[in-house]
């Protein structure tokens, strides 16, 4: 694998990392789709149905774009 591929992999990895530690699964999405799985959020991330996380942003996320 190329260096940008592996750059890339080492992102996504650290991305789900990240999800898994400080990931919230949307109060809302449960509401709206209760059969299927909710949006996983991060601080201060906001969902498709309208809900905005609003716990505080640690120093170590920064902003995150990726989808």
Same mark, same amino acid.
């Given at each position: +694998?190329?260096?940008?591929?592996?750059?890339?992999?080492?992102? $996504? #990895?650290?991305? !789900?990392? *990240?999800?898994?530690?400080?990931? +919230?699964?949307?109060?809302?999405?449960?509401?709206?789709?209760? $059969? #299927?799985?909710? !949006?996983? *959020?991060?601080?201060?991330?906001?969902?498709?149905?309208?809900?905005?996380?609003?716990?505080?942003?640690?120093?170590?996320?920064?902003?995150?774009?990726?989808?």
């Amino acid at each position: +694998m190329s260096e940008i591929g592996e750059m890339y992999a080492a992102m $996504k #990895a650290d991305y !789900k990392a *990240l999800k898994a530690r400080l990931g +919230m699964p949307c109060p809302n999405c449960t509401v709206k789709l209760p $059969k #299927a799985q909710p !949006k996983i *959020l991060l601080p201060q991330q906001t969902c498709w149905c309208g809900y905005k996380d609003e716990r505080p942003r640690t120093k170590r996320e920064g902003k995150i774009n990726m989808k």
